[in-house]
């Protein structure tokens, strides 16, 4: 897994620049090694998932993804089925504007925004 994360860091950290700063590569290379974090590398991108576990649902949330695009949208139906087999029934994920049209040609609809107030 290392040297894949190695090769993927320029666009984790590259996502990591929307994350609003909760986050940054070291978090990320915890997360992995905790197995709290997955990482799903392609050649030319990679995603970063999540599960969250609500009281009365199981997501896996997309929490970074970078690189090419139709290279991050093939691997949509394996993070479904691999989401499936650890028992969630969805996917979620934040992100810039521009993931809208792509997501719903695969069949995903925004649910809500998100506001951020920065203070302290």
């Not at 950290?13 to 929307?18: K, P, Q, T, V």
């Not at 700063?21 to 070291?26: K, R």
């Not at 609500?54 to 997309?62: Q, T």
């Amino acid at each position: 897994m290392d040297n894949e994360l190695e090769r993927c860091k320029p666009w984790i950290e590259a996502a990591l620049e929307y994350s609003g700063g909760t986050h940054d590569f070291s978090d990320i290379v915890e997360g992995l090694h905790r197995g709290v974090l997955q990482l799903w590398p392609t050649p030319k991108g990679c995603i970063v998932t999540e599960i969250v576990v609500y009281p009365k649902k199981r997501v896996l949330n997309v929490f970074l993804g970078g690189g090419e695009l139709d290279q991050i949208l093939d691997m949509h139906d394996d993070v479904i089925a691999w989401a499936k087999a650890q028992g969630c029934s969805a996917l979620t994920m934040s992100g810039r504007f521009g993931w809208k049209k792509p997501l719903k040609a695969h069949g995903w609809e925004a649910q809500h925004a998100s506001y951020i107030k920065e203070f302290g």
